[in-house]
């Protein structure tokens, strides 16, 4: 099956900090998404990106899916930013997501 | 437009108790997916339903669970008896179509048995 790799695993950041999280993928996908969970558990999705780049706010992502890869950068990290960052490709139709290991970000005042 | 909707947020069992999660999909979303991360594992699919029919029960780890959703809306995920590894958060998610559409993820029931 395929393989869902994150880089770095983990990351500590001081606040006002910028930051880019790597996914890397061994297989063509037909969807691939960011979510971060929060300390509380709470699974929130931040984008939708097949391929091509997106932005909302303090945070954009981009895909290269002819490479395989996709990033997510975060900029002017704040602590509310902690937590682990997902991403999760689908490659077969019906949108069983394959989840990386994750990224734990801890931003510090 | 509410989003997918999970009851309860938390739960507190003992070992060998039932517990019943429930998973209200986004309306008119067909496609409804149950995930969970246990022991801080990665996060794994569980089974998919299209409307009332379950399409894809793969990642389902033993027949302590079920799960289903009668009339095609919410779905239930009950665990019989619970045991300690079941531990952990249980993520619903709910799309409209089966490709190339946004999957939204409720925000989890965290299950501790004790």
């Known amino acids: 099956g395929i393989q869902v790799e994150q880089s770095p695993p983990d990351l500590i950041l001081q606040e006002g900090a910028n930051s880019t999280l790597r996914c890397n993928f061994s297989d063509s996908v037909n969807n691939l998404q960011w979510f971060h969970q929060n300390p509380w558990g709470q699974l929130i999705n931040l984008f939708y990106?097949?391929?091509g780049t997106k932005q909302n706010g303090r945070l954009s992502a981009t895909t290269v899916a002819t490479e395989r890869y996709s990033l997510l950068y975060i900029s002017s990290s704040q602590t509310t930013d902690s937590g682990v960052y997902f991403c999760a490709v689908e490659v077969h139709y019906g949108q069983n997501f394959v989840f990386g290991p994750g990224t734990r970000l801890s931003v510090l005042p | 437009e509410a989003g997918v909707t999970q009851f309860p947020s938390h739960s507190v069992i003992e070992k060998g108790q039932t517990v019943t999660l429930r998973c209200d999909p986004i309306?008119?979303?067909?496609?409804l997916y149950w995930y969970r991360r246990v022991m801080g594992k990665e996060i794994k699919f569980l089974l998919h339903f299209v409307k009332e029919s379950k399409q894809d029960e793969s990642g389902m780890p033993n027949n302590r669970f079920l799960a289903e959703r009668t009339g095609g809306t919410y779905s239930t995920l009950k665990v019989q008896p619970a045991e300690l590894e079941d531990s952990g958060v249980y993520f619903c998610?709910?799309?409209?179509?089966?490709?190339?559409?946004?999957?939204?993820f409720g925000q989890g029931t965290r299950l501790t048995v004790v």
């Open positions: 309306s008119g979303h067909d496609n």
């Open positions: 990106i097949p391929s």
């Open positions: 998610a709910s799309s409209r179509d089966r490709v190339y559409t946004e999957a939204f």
